[in-house]
């Protein structure tokens, strides 16, 4: 076994070396003299001589009566996050909060890693996001953001998958817009999203008012758990409300199958359906006009996330809209927190949204 000859040099390396590093930030003192040559088992002048030289080279300012101070800023390392969210194609929220993150970077001195993970089509992301996460592993970057799967039967098991390999791999997660696991649980990471209970409750409450008696929740199958909450904020105002909802009143199939869509009764100008999102409401409005549904005169509809062609619809559609900047800035401070106190407990910051009423939810 070779030893490591600890002299003079051996050191004035380690210590400087820590400087550099910001070990010992600007302003902080170093060991005494004393508390180092017992460390090292060296004498106390050799630590002297030391010091001496970080002092002639400025990297320290040895003051009597206080001790030796560092007088060197480290320059601040350029951190790098990798991001597993979807394309603006899956829904527009992620176009701004990808965009806020990238104006962020810029601004607060902080890289992105985008490669793949952007894809708009679910089972293209599928495809990719998991070797995206192995790179992003393997470059050792200092976080990653993340936005699971849906949409897709086997998103659970590569969410889940995809969260342990981070965590195991010592990199901080933070998880935006939906967690990896069924509302009542709550996972391990931290979480930014929509408070989407309180959404529910908010678009059920906005129906009611419209005078429907009858409230229907609609989805597609394999939709992200955000879906079961904005369900759950439904079920409670609606029964808060003395009115009926239970499982018939809950549809999850495609909002283009005629026939699936035909299984709602639907009682003329009392009739409301709250659909899981934009792109489900747009696809069930045009069925529900080709089967002889008027929306607007027989049923109202509203849904969630305030896509720009949801003012262009025949009937321009009643939406929630996200605080999708508010969602990228509170991301970015607790992946910053996370970074600094990887062991601090995880934190879930849920936000509320705001009603952009149109004419899908007003019977005419």
């Not at 800023?73 to 992620?94: C, K, Y």
């Not at 089972?123 to 970057?141: M, P, Q, S």
């Not at 359906?273 to 027989?298: P, R, W």
Request: net charge neutral.
């Amino acid at each position: 076994m070779t030893s490591v000859k600890v002299n003079h040099k051996f050191i004035y390396d380690a210590v400087k070396g820590d400087i550099v590093k910001g070990a010992y930030p600007a302003g902080a003192l170093l060991p005494t003299e004393l508390t180092l040559a017992r460390q090292y088992s060296v004498s106390r002048p050799t630590i002297a001589k030391v010091y001496n030289q970080l002092q002639s080279e400025g990297y320290v300012t040895k003051k009597k009566g206080t001790g030796t101070v560092v007088n060197y800023n480290a320059a601040p390392s350029t951190r790098t996050f990798g991001l597993l969210l979807p394309g603006s194609g899956e829904s527009e929220i992620f176009s701004v909060i990808n965009d806020r993150i990238l104006r962020r970077s810029e601004s607060d001195g902080f890289d992105c890693l985008w490669e793949g993970a952007t894809a708009s089509d679910a089972n293209i992301r599928a495809e990719l996001i998991e070797g995206c996460c192995e790179d992003y592993i393997r470059k050792r970057v200092d976080g990653i953001f993340f936005s699971p799967l849906e949409r897709i039967p086997e998103a659970d098991r590569i969410n889940r998958n995809i969260c342990d390999r981070i965590a195991a791999a010592g990199i901080p997660l933070v998880l935006i817009d939906r967690d990896i696991v069924r509302f009542p649980q709550r996972s391990r990471f931290d979480l930014v999203c929509l408070d989407n209970f309180n959404a529910g409750c908010l678009m059920a409450s906005h129906l009611i008012a419209q005078g429907c008696e009858r409230i229907y929740f609609f989805s597609r199958p394999d939709s992200a758990y955000s879906v079961d909450l904005r369900l759950a904020g439904v079920r409670h105002t609606v029964q808060e409300s003395g009115l009926a909802f239970d499982t018939s009143h809950v549809f999850c199939g495609n909002p283009e199958d005629p026939g699936f869509v035909r299984r709602m009764p639907i009682v003329p100008y009392k009739t409301g359906i709250v659909c899981a999102n934009d792109s489900t409401a747009a696809a069930l409005m045009y069925t529900l006009t080709d089967e002889g549904v008027g929306v607007s005169t027989d049923v109202v509809i509203a849904a969630f996330d305030n896509m720009k062609y949801s003012m262009h619809l025949k009937r321009a559609l009643t939406s929630l809209r996200q605080p999708c900047e508010e969602i990228a800035d509170i991301s970015i401070e607790l992946m910053l927190r996370r970074v600094r106190t990887p062991e601090a407990i995880a934190v879930t910051v849920n936000l509320t949204g705001e009603i952009i009423v149109r004419e899908s939810s007003r019977f005419i």
